[in-house]
């Protein structure tokens, strides 16, 4: 990214008020915020070129080994601009790799992804757990074999409600009661 000399010169007002806090004129203001629009705008256009190298990439990749050429070159200007290696881009530099320049691209790609899994497993993995030290029963107190160490307080146990007696189990009477037998209609009685 290229600043222009007003660029540079309302980004180094900006800096020095953020070192040295001072009210700012609202022409300083307003150039900040310009400036802060045309670095958007440029975050932007970067993040659309990104997008469109990536997808004219794996369009060359799944016109692999035709376009072997042109997929070399564009994953090499990918990955000079900071892009990891996929899976995808590995299994294709395998199918490659009778060609130098796909050889030697496979060994920096391989490198790149090994070295992307580990940071991503160091970010994902905490540090070593260590012992308090503040606490009764820490490092502190293992190393200092004379101090006494402190007995457990002895409270009384918390008195046990007592069982209470159990339910009768009710009998299947109780609980599917008889059904009883359906009357006649009525018309059916007064005949008979």
């Known amino acids: 990214m290229a600043f222009s000399a ?3 010169r309302v980004l180094r007002r900006a800096l020095a008020v953020a070192l040295h806090p001072a009210p700012l004129a609202d022409a300083d203001v307003h150039d900040c915020l310009r400036l ?3 670095v958007d705008e440029a975050v932007r256009e970067a993040n659309r070129l990104r997008a469109f190298l990536l997808a004219d990439l794996a369009r060359y990749r799944t016109a692999l080994p035709g376009s072997a050429p042109g997929y070399l070159e564009l994953l090499q200007d990918a990955l000079a601009a900071g892009y990891d290696p996929t899976p995808d881009d590995l299994a294709a530099l395998r199918g490659l790799r009778a060609l130098p320049v796909a050889a030697a691209l496979l060994e920096r790609c391989r490198r790149l992804a090994e070295h992307s899994v580990r940071a991503r497993l160091a970010a994902v993995t905490p540090g070593p757990r260590t012992r308090l030290l503040a606490l009764p029963g820490g490092r502190a107190a293992a190393q200092d074999p004379k101090q006494p160490r402190p007995q457990p307080k002895s409270e ?3 008195a046990r409600p007592q069982p209470k007696a159990p339910r ?3 009998t299947p009477g109780e609980v599917f009661p008889p059904r009883r ?3 006649p209609p009525p018309a059916a ?3 008979g």
């Open 156 to 158: 009384p146990a918390p």
């Open 168 to 170: 009768p189990i009710p």
């Open 36 to 38: 802060a629009g045309s």
């Open 189 to 191: 009685r007064a005949a």
């Open 181 to 183: 037998k359906p009357l």
């Open 6 to 8: 007003d660029e540079l």
